[in-house]
């Protein structure tokens, strides 16, 4: 068994006393571990870590194998990604939500708006609105995507301000007003074809994260025993206190 793929590192492990353990989010195989034979090294350290897009060759005698990759770089973001708190923070965060897909299942939409998003870690405000839309885009391949594009109780597709936090669905300003105080706030961004999809503001990324973490945790995460990563909370952490200092004249 061969093939060769384009990958974004995931995350690596020693494997014996040179080797590692390399977990890769593919485009065309998914989420799928091999073994780098002088992995552990100093000159395969550098390339092996998370964050990096990478191409792959990955043998094996059967497709169950763990299997050998054979591992070249391409776009080594890591350095630039490790220079800034909220960055290392999104990118652990990233990858606990990339290996909720099924190991070996591709997910290409997935892969591509990973590949973007980890382009776009300078600006604090903008790395926090598409890690936002990340986990709402995980929500939606894993089954449970939310109806943002009409009032779940009009059938409105404009002035949706609001979400049910029951049934997920976008509620119109009229029509969730007298039940305010129940429901969840639609940021601006999340809004197709809001004038301001480009622009946010401390509430509204506050709001993004209360939206899809709630369903993230009632949904994926509880079900099968687990929380939210450390590395999500440290996150939303790290780009309020950069916020705050870039927001200081």
Known sequence: MEWTDEGIVLGVRRHGESSAIVELLTRGHGRHLGLVRGGAGSRMRP?????????AVWRARLDEHLGYYQIEGT???????LASSHAVYGVTHLASLAR??????PHEDIYEMLDRTLDDFDDAGGAAAHLIKFELAMLAELGFGLALDSCAATGETTDLIYVSPKSGGAVSRGAGEPFRDRLLRLPGFLRRGEAGANAWSDQELSDGFALTGLFLLRHVLEPRGQGHSDARDGFINAVIRHRAKSAVP
């Open 47 to 55: 390339l092996l870590q998370p964050g990096n897009s990478v191409t």
């Open 75 to 81: 776009r080594l973001r890591a350095a630039t990604l």
């Open 100 to 105: 909720l897909l099924p190991e070996r299942d």
